[in-house]
């Protein structure tokens, strides 16, 4: 997917400055967007948060009923020095992309797109498609030494799923409690998809040296004792060696976490860079049609560039 926003700032992320290293409960307050028919809140960046170890961007959309609609609808955008996760809960998606890739997503398959120096996709719920449409968009930054890493695709129908009492969890990335996906990683970092039953209160473990944020997708839950209602996510800090969960009624949560990203990094629209120069660059390689390659099969015109703001990146002061 896409940032949506017309005039987008440049952001400066990355650093220790905002990780807590201790346990915290910080509720996240979504933006929200409309893509075509169906509404996104953004849950990362946020006021006062702007990643969660190497992941720098959620999107959470649906559930929407679009039997009627057309549901997704996400011409061809660039993308650098970032992998995106599209995660679904309800409906099917096709991915198109400028390495040749065309592939249908479908609930709790991964779809791992490694942009490394460039790389063009577009999203389409397909036709004909399921009433329903639910899930998430992820981007995970790329450290500074395989951020020009050639583009790639990947599909994982077939996730490592860890068995509790009341708990499924689905490894999207990463590891959690010793079963590792098979998507490629460049830090450390895990994302789950924790399908909890009515009833259920589980003890996750998680790493002391991750930091964690919760997104409730659907249902009503407790996480670390904080009630979350779909939308929302949670920051949890650093510091732990479980995590506490509950579940009022039977629900989906993601968990996110990671080693603190230290590198400062600049994410302007869908590009990642280290300088503003090299976002001005890589606006411009798509604008005319380099770097980025071609997505074949779409139809429809690309996805223009918005406008670079007419002010310089200002220096980062205290966000909380
Ligand atoms: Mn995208």
Not at 19 to 27: I, T
Not at 87 to 92: D, K, N, V, Y
Not at 201 to 230: C, I, K, N, Q, W
Request: aromatic fraction near 6%; hydrophobic fraction near 40%.
């Amino acid at each position: 997917m896409s940032d949506l926003d017309l005039r987008p700032d440049f952001r400066q992320c990355g650093g220790r400055d905002d990780v807590s290293g201790s346990p915290v409960r910080e509720l996240l307050h979504p933006r929200e967007a409309s893509l075509g028919s169906t509404a996104v809140r953004r849950l990362l960046p946020s006021l006062g948060r702007r990643m969660v170890g190497a992941w720098c961007f959620v999107d959470h959309f649906g559930p929407d009923d679009i039997a009627d609609e057309p549901g997704m609808q996400v011409p061809p955008h660039p993308h650098m020095g970032l992998q995106t996760v599209s995660w679904l809960h309800e409906g099917e998606v096709l991915h198109r992309d400028s390495v040749g890739s065309v592939q249908p997503l479908r609930p709790r398959q991964l779809g791992l797109m490694t942009s490394g120096r460039g790389i063009a996709h577009a999203e389409q719920s397909t036709v004909p498609h399921p009433r329903l449409l639910h899930g998430a968009q992820l981007w995970v930054a790329l450290p500074g030494a395989h951020r020009n890493t050639a583009p790639a695709f990947e599909h994982h129908a077939d996730l490592p799923v860890v068995m509790a009492p009341g708990l499924a969890a689905t490894v999207i990335l990463g590891g959690l409690d010793g079963a590792v996906s098979p998507g490629k990683t460049f830090t450390p970092l895990v994302g789950a998809d924790l399908a909890l039953n009515e009833g259920a209160a589980v003890r996750l473990p998680v790493e002391r040296d991750f930091e964690y944020a919760v997104l409730t997708m659907s249902g009503d839950t407790e996480v670390d004792g904080v009630r979350l209602a779909p939308g929302s996510m949670l920051y949890l800090g650093a510091g732990r060696s479980e995590l506490p969960l509950r579940a009022h009624s039977d629900a989906g949560l993601l968990l996110l976490g990671g080693e603190p990203f230290e590198e400062k990094i600049i994410m302007w629209w869908n590009l990642i860079g280290r300088t503003q120069a090299e976002i001005t660059e890589g606006r411009e390689a798509w604008m005319s049609g380099d770097r980025f390659g071609t997505v074949r099969g779409y139809d429809g015109a690309p996805m223009p560039a918005p406008a670079l703001p007419a002010t310089a990146l200002k220096p980062r002061g205290r966000t909380r």
